[in-house]
């Protein structure tokens, strides 16, 4: 895959996948019987997939809507067997996208591949109570009986791998901001 395949198939993940269940009840309910949902949604991700670009895509929930209308529309023509049932605008209303703007969705998304890379550096252990007591919200006794240990070593692993996904991130964003500073002065003048 090249970066710009990559960045569709990332940007599919974050604004397209989360409404496929949307999409699907939608579809049952205007289309019944006249279509497949699988082949419809199949097909939209289909052509998603195949864009060269998504910078044109302001609103990934309504595009994936829209999407789904028109293969539905294509589908149900070609078998003649149309049950349309229209959409009036208050119903598109519920379509809009409530998500954040693109590019918070994207740093979000961005900061979470970057934790997760520096977690799966730590001990299984550790990993575990860390995502356990931060992602998962479990109190220090509750992972403590989950893991099978006490609520001292979850305390130590918590204190430990948090230390050193912060100096980890430290340390990476101390290496960016020197590769930038090459990047804009040049060795000769330095």
């Known amino acids: 895959m090249n970066e710009q395949q990559d960045r569709?198939?990332?940007w599919i993940?974050?604004?397209?996948?989360?409404?496929?269940?949307?999409?699907?009840?939608w579809l049952l309910r205007q289309w019944r019987d006249a279509i497949d949902v699988d082949d419809v949604i199949q097909e939209c991700y289909c052509r998603i997939i195949e864009l060269g670009s998504i910078a044109h895509i302001a609103n990934g929930r309504a595009y994936f809507f829209r999407s789904a209308?028109?293969?539905?529309?294509?589908?149900?023509?070609?078998?003649?067997?149309?049950?349309?049932?229209?959409?009036?605008?208050?119903?598109?209303l519920d379509v809009m996208d409530e998500e954040?703007?693109?590019?918070?969705?994207?740093?979000?998304?961005?900061?979470?591949?970057r934790v997760n890379g520096l977690l799966?550096?730590?001990?299984l252990t550790c990993r575990q109570v860390i995502e356990l007591r931060r992602v998962e919200g479990l109190s220090q006794r509750e992972t403590a009986r989950r893991l099978g240990v006490s609520e001292n070593v979850v305390e130590n692993h918590i204190v430990r791998g948090l230390r050193k996904i912060l100096n980890a991130?430290?340390?990476?964003?101390?290496?960016?901001?020197?590769?930038?500073?090459?990047r804009i002065v040049p060795p000769q003048t330095r």
């Open 69 to 92: 209308q028109s293969i539905a529309i294509d589908i149900a023509g070609r078998r003649k067997t149309a049950s349309i049932v229209a959409m009036t605008e208050s119903e598109w």
């Open 169 to 182: 991130i430290a340390s990476q964003d101390a290496d960016a901001d020197e590769e930038e500073e090459r």
């Open 13 to 25: 993940a974050r604004e397209i996948v989360p409404h496929e269940g949307a999409v699907r009840g």
């Open 120 to 123: 799966s550096q730590l001990t």
């Open 8 to 10: 569709v198939t990332a």
């Open 100 to 113: 954040p703007l693109q590019d918070r969705a994207l740093e979000a998304c961005q900061s979470l591949e």
